[in-house]
């Protein structure tokens, strides 16, 4: 079994290829973040109904298949609301929520290397509730790890409800992705964008750390000097082995031990 099978059919977590050589020396590099199952070790969405409402959470498996997943979410944040969750229960879910610190030690020890200068950005379909929480509470905010966030708007109304909208307005100009990404974002233009307006900075290498089929489209947009980290078992690897067309070198995870590995071998240097 090669790689890119056992990426996704392995039921074995610790496979026996564990590939953290030092990758070539680069003077910059951006390393774009996913949030859900990537930075962080669980889902945004799926996990305060976890811990706040055992029924929205059932209810959040039985309307997924009909709905806008955006929308659904905004959705079930209503009725979370309606069952009398506070502002303050749903930031102190948040504030419970995995980042594993191994994850944490490869971002930091990454992020204070003055060669290659790194830059991270994240881009995630959660929201900025959630997000500015999660990483507020691990310290991540003050100073900012991250140049930019782009996810989906969000914000509590003076009665405590939390009201999630789309990145992408249903009532205003749609993206033209064709690859299969939501109505709410397309995360290859996100990216496209987000190195437009950093043009200047002129990176030699791209990273890309993701899990879910979402994360397809903008390593699609990744050339040969580029890298992707690609967890193991989801949605991502399984895009990867059915469609292919990845130009840029692939490298694989299952746990932020490996994780941080992969991190450190980005910090090469001549």
């Known amino acids: 079994m090669d790689a890119r099978t056992r990426a ?25 973040f996913d949030f859900d199952w990537s930075l962080a070790d669980q889902d945004t969405d799926r996990w305060v109904h976890e811990v706040l409402s055992p029924r929205l959470r059932i209810e959040f498996v039985e ?3 009909t709905m806008q997943f955006t929308d659904m979410c905004a959705y079930l944040l209503e009725e979370l609301h309606k069952e009398g969750h506070t502002r303050q229960e749903l930031e102190d879910a948040l504030r419970q929520m995995p980042i594993h610190p191994a994850m944490l030690r490869g971002v930091r020890w990454l992020g204070a290397q003055s060669v290659p200068h790194t830059d991270f950005f994240l881009l995630s379909n959660s929201n900025e509730v959630y997000i500015r929480t999660i990483l507020g509470h691990h310290g991540m905010l003050d100073p900012p790890v991250f140049r930019e966030i782009v996810t989906n708007p969000a914000s509590f109304t003076e009665s405590g409800l939390l009201q999630l909208r789309r990145r992408i307005a249903p009532d205003g100009p749609q993206h033209t992705c064709t690859v299969g990404c939501s109505a709410n974002m397309c995360k290859g233009d996100e990216l496209d964008a987000f ?6 900075e002129h990176y030699e290498r791209i990273v890309y750390v993701g899990d879910g089929g979402n994360d397809y489209c903008p390593i699609l947009r990744l050339g040969p000097n580029d890298v992707a980290l690609v967890r193991r078992h989801r949605g991502l690897a399984q895009r990867i082995l059915n469609e292919g067309n990845v130009r840029c070198t692939v490298r694989y995870w299952s746990g932020a031990w490996e994780a941080e590995q992969l991190l450190r071998a980005l910090g090469a240097t001549a």
């Open 63 to 65: 309307r997924k298949p």
């Open 195 to 200: 190195r437009a307006r950093h043009a200047d």
């Open 8 to 32: 996704v059919h392995s039921i074995v977590l610790e496979d026996p290829e564990l590939d953290f050589a030092p990758l070539p020396p680069v003077k910059s590099q951006l390393v774009v």
